[in-house]
């Protein structure tokens, strides 16, 4: 026999989950556990043994139940993906000092837009324009990227400063935006020119078609899937040509019979004919990718020193930063889109300017290692090597078998498609119970782990884990024993 709704408020332990977290909530929470009891009672699903079990755990019932009512639906969770900006798993972590001052900036107010000095009203991009042209003007004087072996390289890298010699930056929420935003600007009613090959889907629901589409610019396709080359783009001109764009192939490469102009060749075609160069670079990195071994994924500095016009990039991808889309180039053309009605409906809020004036900030001390995403894509294979030993040394006696393999870590994010770093790997296995079935329980178990799975085994890649958070998984792991 079920007890009444108000019986089981008046049981000792719901009384005092009553008095802890509110009588609406344990009434609410009280009310679920017997319907769902009731339910599963009237569809056969409970034998009777099963029934007096559930009535002797009624109580316990309860307090899962407002403990998953009153918890947060988005969790931490351990990432031992090696997918290093993992879009589903929330891109890039934030920097220490980004958490901090998204803190201060969020707890109290701020002169998000107000000037000190005159106290008058003042505009938000000031937080981190003047870094941005620390990061992108200074650099891009002093010719500090290097000229050699980016694949595209020509007379132009390294040669006399460019004529935008001030780069401009906006903020807008993601990078999808800020492509709509510039194309907008730039092109409504008229054409812009995008070889075939570069008509891209990401993450299955940002498209340049319908991007370019619901900006109002007409899409003037050109070339090949596989070859387009620069008389294609040049043939494709006529007096409604607004924009030349450049996408950067963030999730596949195309390779064989293949053909694509260098950024050399579009740069003296787009000026020759008198029309912006625009590239959407997906991910952006503001470091030079060389140093970690990856070769020919184009940096915001290559291409602003090319004399591209504009570039579109994300906060959290390469950057490290905050989900944002940011929007770097020629004053004149930066201006317009500031000035364009959509950058009012697209603007970032306060918290997101923290965090970015935070992550550049780290940047203009060269202080890479405390952006999570770059200390992570700079840890060496040894070094995780050894935290895989150690946290192996944790693992209780169990039936798993545990190795300790050479595997690849993924930059992910839309950088370069093929980048990948070498790591060690945790592979885990056991004879009763599938890779599957053990990746779902490291899955559901708290903190949450996530892991790949390869070949029948479960692999653990530190490279994304946090060094303090590989305890957590010895505890998992000794947890969940099959
Ligand atoms: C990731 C990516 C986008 C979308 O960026 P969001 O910040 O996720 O909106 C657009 N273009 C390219 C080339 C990308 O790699």
New binding site residues.
């Given amino acids: 026999m079920l007890p009444s709704v108000d019986e089981l408020m008046h049981s000792p332990r719901v009384s005092a989950l009553t008095a802890d977290h509110g009588h609406a909530a344990a009434l609410d929470a009280v009310r679920a556990v017997l319907e769902r009891l009731r339910r599963e009672i009237g569809s056969g699903e409970l034998d009777d043994r099963g029934v007096d079990l559930a009535l002797s755990n009624l109580e316990v019932a309860v307090e899962g139940q407002l403990r998953q009512d009153l918890g947060y639906s988005l969790r931490p969770v351990v990432n031992a993906t090696g997918v290093i900006l993992h879009?589903n798993l929330g891109r890039a972590p934030l920097a220490e000092v980004a958490l901090e001052h998204v803190r201060q900036a969020g707890a109290a107010y701020s002169n998000l837009e107000f000037d000190l000095k005159s106290g008058n009203r003042g505009q938000r991009d000031v937080h981190v324009e003047h870094l941005f042209r620390k990061l992108l003007g200074d650099n891009y004087r002093r010719g500090e990227v290097s000229t050699k072996s980016t694949g595209l390289g020509s007379a132009r890298r390294g040669g006399p400063v460019p004529r935008q010699a001030a780069v401009s930056t906006i903020v807008v929420?993601?990078?999808?935006?800020?492509?709509l935003l510039a194309l907008n600007t730039l092109a409504e009613a008229g054409e812009v020119i995008v070889s075939r090959g570069e008509l891209?889907e990401?993450?299955g629901s940002?498209r340049?078609p319908d991007v370019m589409t619901k900006s109002g610019a007409i899409l003037r396709e050109v070339g090949t899937t596989n070859r387009t080359r620069i008389s294609d783009y040049a043939r494709a001109f006529n007096d409604r040509t607004r924009l030349l764009l450049r996408?950067?192939?963030?999730?596949f490469e195309i390779t064989g019979f293949t053909k694509q102009p260098s950024v050399d060749e579009m740069v003296t075609l787009s000026r020759d004919r008198g029309v912006p160069l625009m590239e959407?670079?997906?991910?952006g990195a503001l470091f030079d990718m060389r140093a970690i071994g990856i070769i020919g994924e184009p940096g915001l500095l290559d291409s602003l020193r090319s004399g591209v016009d504009i570039v579109?990039?994300?906060?959290?991808?390469l950057l490290g930063g905050p989900?944002?889309?940011l929007i770097s180039g020629r004053q004149d053309l930066v201006a317009r889109m500031r000035s364009n009605s959509l950058f009012r409906a697209l603007r970032v809020d306060k918290l997101t300017y923290a965090a970015l004036e935070a992550t550049l900030l780290a940047y203009v001390k060269r202080d890479h290692d405390a952006i999570p995403a770059l200390r992570m894509m700079r840890l060496s294979k040894e070094e995780i090597g050894n935290r895989a030993e150690a946290l192996r040394a944790r693992f209780a006696p169990s039936p798993w078998r545990v190795a300790i393999v050479d595997g690849e870590s993924i930059i992910g994010?839309?950088a370069a498609p093929s980048a990948v770093l070498p790591t060690r790997l945790l592979a885990l296995s056991c004879k009763d119970l599938s890779a599957e079935e053990l990746a779902a329980r490291l899955r559901t178990s708290d903190p949450p782990v996530i892991a790949r799975v390869a070949e029948g085994r479960v692999l653990l890649d530190l490279r994304t884990v946090f060094p303090e958070q590989d305890c957590s998984i010895a505890d998992v792991v000794n947890r969940i024993g099959p």
């Fill in positions: 879009t929420n993601n990078n999808a935006a800020a492509v891209v990401i993450g940002f340049i996408v950067h192939r963030s999730n959407d670079l997906g991910s579109t990039y994300s906060g959290d991808k989900q944002a889309g994010g839309g």
